[in-house]
């Protein structure tokens, strides 16, 4: 199974900050990598797909790199409706596989 | 607007059955893979199973496989879960989510289902 590894596991900011994840593949995923944003008592929504393609109706301000085994989700000025947990996943093979997920709280 | 609404959770004993149930609308449910992926208290997302369009195709994470089994009906828009012999590590919350290339793009509200005596 490919094991995927997120850093930090949470974080502290501001509203306004630049904020970057990144996630670790265990092997190489091309770029078969998809990012999350998941609140607590709601659906995950899906932010980034294919590493770098931006869902529809996600804010410009979230982007994602990479390929290989690392990858980055950038926001790059948080929002105070940004306050969430972020998961990496693979869709390289199956099973699929999250990250650990990194939570990002206001400082 | 797309719509998945879990349902069937609840509470269950160890070694007990449960089913969830997966209403889909305003999507044309037929020509999505589907799957299930759950959250365990204070835990992430886990992918729990997959179907394929027209149901030929299944495939398991390692830890539910002999155990549970995913179905749909398409003429129905419902996708299906059939939990058996549930052990205490199954309690989670369940979502069902369509899959597009291995992402998934529609989520449901999901199901809470505690396994404990």
């Known amino acids: 199974d490919v094991q995927m590894t997120q850093s930090p596991s949470s974080l502290s900011t501001f509203v306004g900050d630049r904020v970057t994840i990144t996630c670790r593949a265990s092997q190489s995923i091309s770029r078969h990598l998809n990012w999350y944003q998941h609140k607590p008592g709601k659906a995950p929504k899906l932010l980034i797909y294919a590493a770098s393609s931006l869902q529809s109706g996600v804010p410009s301000r979230f982007s994602g790199s990479g390929s290989g085994t690392d990858f980055t989700l950038t926001i790059s000025s948080l929002q105070p409706e940004d306050f969430a947990t972020y998961y990496c996943q693979q869709s390289y093979s199956i099973p699929w596989t999250f990250g650990q997920g990194t939570k990002v709280e206001v400082k | 607007e797309v719509q998945l609404v879990e349902s069937g959770g609840g509470l269950v004993q160890p070694r007990g059955s449960l089913r969830l149930s997966c209403a889909a609308s305003g999507i044309t449910f037929s020509n999505f893979w589907m799957s299930w992926v759950r959250q365990a208290p204070g835990k992430g997302l886990e992918w729990v199973a997959n179907?394929?369009?027209?149901?030929?195709?299944?495939n398991y994470v390692d830890s539910v496989k002999g155990r549970f089994t995913i179905s749909r009906d398409n003429a129905g828009n419902s996708l299906y879960l059939q939990m058996n012999s549930l052990r205490a590590d199954d309690t989670a919350v369940y979502y069902c989510?369509?899959?597009?290339?291995?992402?998934?793009?529609?989520w449901g509200q999901g199901a809470l289902v505690t396994v404990s005596s």
């Open positions: 179907i394929k369009q027209d149901g030929s195709e299944k």
């Open positions: 989510a369509s899959n597009s290339y291995g992402y998934f793009v529609y």
